[in-house]
């Protein structure tokens, strides 16, 4: 019996989110698991009424799950960072979900920007350290609001968390199983300290996986290389801040964010999944946006929950319907509801 918690969230969040519990249902059903489902109103609308991000004993329900799924955080009545600090970095920092973990991949029939690129072209892994860096809130400031104004932001790198990290790439590269090959993403030339710690350590965990290749590039370099040749790549490799930039610009080549989706992932604990993409709060109660990204995002959770059969089975669903059925991923474009999108995977799966 899988416990997950659900957090619909904000915006566009409670649709996508709505169609992922379906597919969900159908693919149990069909492979003979169990689930039981936890329901929470963590977002801006909570937020509103009581103040409160994530409670205490929320967070300790958290803790007692299998896993996590996000439908979406951000509204616009609450200051941009409050509910993703008080939400998304909280669960992540006090869960421990060291890794970020973005597949890219291109299906037959998505629309792609890069000229003369494919989906046997677009096909690799981003590992993201999700735990440290830049994003720890390190820092401070000094005369706010004068012209003497100083700000600091530090970036905080463990040799625990970047072994872990660098670790988990090279195991997740050995299951994929594909061109075998993982490339670290910095930034050595200009920020010494922190990269000097990322390759020393990359080059000794290198010599554990004998049948695996390995590469760096400059983050500046793998943006170019992402776009001009991204069937060089197989397995990423980078810290929080590059990873977080990295993905975005990878979304696009893989056909957006309504397709894009991505995992928080502590491998000894408790794991959250979610689509890329924001609330887009413009769109909410239409019915127009895309939830296949919400979609995807059960599918890793099912992958990383042990529910392989499952998890494959869905990704085959969703290549079938963006390649039969759906005319564009853009918001109102699709050709159908977001529910009727829902409707056309679950389909799919159940279909003999």
């Not at 397709?259 to 909410?284: H, L, R």
């Amino acid at each position: 019996m899988h416990k997950i918690a659900v957090i619909p969230g904000d915006g566009t969040g409670p649709e996508v989110v709505a169609e992922g519990l379906k597919v969900l249902k159908a693919v149990s059903e069909k492979f003979k698991f169990k689930y039981q489902l936890e329901h929470y109103d963590l977002g801006g609308e909570r937020y509103l009424k009581t103040k409160e991000t994530l409670p205490v004993s929320v967070f300790n329900e958290f803790k007692k799950m299998d896993a996590i799924y996000l439908g979406a955080i951000g509204h616009p009545d609450v200051k941009p960072g409050i509910l993703e600090r008080g939400i998304l970095l909280n669960i992540r920092f006090q869960l421990d979900q060291y890794i970020n973990l973005r597949p890219v991949k291109l299906y037959p029939g998505v629309e792609t920007p890069l000229r003369d690129k494919g989906p046997e072209d677009i096909d690799y892994i981003v590992v993201r350290e999700n735990t440290e860096g830049a994003y720890i809130g390190a820092g401070g400031c000094l005369k706010k609001g004068t012209p003497d104004e100083v700000a600091t932001q530090e970036a905080i790198h463990t040799r625990k968390g970047v072994e872990r990290c660098i670790r988990y790439a090279f195991e997740y590269c050995v299951k994929r199983d594909k061109k075998k090959k993982v490339t670290l993403c910095g930034k050595t030339n200009v920020l010494t300290y922190a990269f000097d710690l990322w390759e020393r350590v990359f080059n000794e965990v290198a010599k554990e996986y004998k049948g695996i290749a390995t590469d760096y590039a400059h983050v500046d370099a793998t943006c170019m290389w992402m776009v001009k040749n991204p069937e060089w790549f197989d397995v990423i490799v980078t810290d929080n801040m590059f990873g977080d930039i990295i993905t975005d610009l990878a979304a696009m080549t893989q056909g957006g964010l309504g397709i894009a989706a991505g995992g928080n992932i502590n491998p000894e604990g408790v794991s959250m999944f979610e689509p890329m993409g924001g609330s887009t709060p413009k769109y909410t109660g239409k019915g127009v946006v895309s939830p296949l990204a919400a979609i995807s995002a059960c599918q890793l959770m099912l992958e990383i929950l042990g529910e392989e059969k499952a998890a494959a089975e869905v990704e085959k669903a969703i290549m079938k319907v963006v390649k039969q059925d759906i005319k564009s991923l853009t918001a109102g474009n699709m050709g159908h509801s977001t529910a009727e999108v829902g409707d056309l995977v679950v389909k799919s799966i159940l279909a003999k």
